[in-house]
């Protein structure tokens, strides 16, 4: 059931070894049906949670308007992870997109990973990744057009677009629906020229 994660592990991380008997016990593995919520403004997030089936996203919502993050598919990490590590109520909203399954882990959990033979490296690498994703994104937003964002997106992640609701995509792309609509247009009529 867990293999999706025991493999990330492996990618991230090859020389890990763990005893899953000790972690599986306080590991929970939720349903999120579309249009759940996972967490919300306002909640504590008790847990780092790890996508093993299905799509979420995370937003936040500023002056009435929606402004997606992230997108979680399958074999991504999720979660608040400074309100889980200092118990204060958490910016963001994640909801499931598509009904989906996460693994959840709470603080005993990440402490038997902390605490096991190089544990403290993989929880590291694990950070300088999201470091990494974060930066690129940020640079992205300030550097690229919405049209560059959008075709790196087609480049790097051609399923996710058909995955995602048009007005889910325009929100992570920083622009209308109606914009994305004329950008996704001008895009294939480029193509086809």
Not at 42 to 55: A, H, S
Not at 65 to 76: M, S
């Amino acid at each position: 059931m867990y293999e999706p994660f025991y493999a990330f592990l492996q990618e991230l991380f090859p020389e890990f070894k763990i005893d899953f008997r000790l972690i599986e016990p306080l590991l929970e593995c939720r349903k999120v049906d579309k249009g759940e919520f996972l967490f919300q403004a306002g909640d504590i997030c008790e847990f780092v949670g790890f996508t093993l089936k299905g799509c979420l996203r995370t937003f936040l919502i500023k002056d009435g308007k929606e402004f997606t993050l992230f997108f979680h598919c399958e074999r991504q990490t999720l979660g608040d992870y400074k309100s889980f590590q200092s118990s204060q109520p958490t910016s963001f909203f994640c909801q499931a997109i598509e009904n989906s399954q996460v693994l959840l882990f709470n603080y005993q959990a990440m402490l038997c990973f902390e605490e096991a033979p190089e544990g403290q490296r993989l929880l590291r690498l694990h950070a300088e990744s999201l470091a990494f994703m974060l930066r690129d994104k940020l640079l992205s937003l300030f550097m690229d057009t919405p049209e560059e964002r959008y075709l790196n997106l087609f480049k790097t992640e051609p399923q996710l677009l058909q995955r995602i609701p048009q007005y889910y995509l325009a929100s992570y792309l920083g622009i209308e629906p109606e914009s994305l609509s004329r950008l996704k247009r001008r895009v294939q009529h480029r193509s086809i020229s």
